[in-house]
């Protein structure tokens, strides 16, 4: 079983920066992709982007790129997203994903376990 707790959520300002922290903890994967979801009220769970195992280039959503970067560090099982000029309109709960496929997918039904999510509020 694998557990990933979030941390780093909270309010914002737009145009302001805030870091989240994923660990991974349980029976990871060796050669696992990590990544991010985001809910926000009354809207679709979205992909906001993930990574795989050694790096490389990772998918962004449309609405996030340029502004927001996925990395990880495979040596402490962490994943972290770095996110800067912050819109209202990434106000959402942000949930941490973990899947045993090599490739990043776009696709939350491939993702095997979700954390339980940290809040993000971006005020404007």
């Known amino acids: 079983q694998v557990q990933l707790v979030e941390s780093g959520g909270g309010l914002v300002q737009a145009g302001g920066s805030l870091r989240l922290s994923c660990a991974a903890s349980?029976?990871?994967?060796?050669?696992?992709?990590m990544g991010w979801f985001r809910q926000a009220p009354g809207k679709e769970r979205e992909f906001v982007t993930a990574i795989s195992w050694i790096g490389g280039r990772a998918p962004y959503a449309d609405s996030v790129k340029g502004r927001f970067t996925i990395s990880r560090d495979n040596a402490k099982n962490m994943v972290y997203l770095q996110m800067n000029s912050l819109k209202p309109e990434d106000t959402a709960v942000y949930y941490c994903v973990l899947t045993s496929k090599i490739v990043p997918t776009t696709l939350a039904d491939e993702y095997d376990y979700w954390g339980q999510g940290t809040q993000v509020t971006v005020s404007s």
């Open positions: 349980g029976r990871t994967f060796s050669r696992s992709t």
